[in-house]
């Protein structure tokens, strides 16, 4: 372990997000679904769009809820 920090303060190594990590669950899984959805040709990109930014009003809201 030390020898770890000692590599990342020495290269200065950055934290970087993973995409699956980066929000409620909820969210990123049904954004991936609508996506998929899309690229399949089974949704419009405006149907696409509107599902996703629904779903994120409601889980983002959900999220900060559960944090206080």
Not at 53 to 62: C, G, L, P
Request: glycine share 8%.
């Amino acid at each position: 372990m030390a020898g770890l920090q000692r590599d990342i303060a020495r290269n200065r190594r950055l934290t970087l997000v993973r995409y699956w990590e980066s929000g409620p669950p909820s969210l990123i899984q049904g954004n991936t679904n609508d996506l998929g959805g899309f690229m399949a040709g089974q949704t419009s990109p405006a149907t696409t769009l509107r599902r996703m930014q629904e779903r994120a009003h409601d889980e983002w809201a959900a999220w900060k809820r559960d944090e206080a």
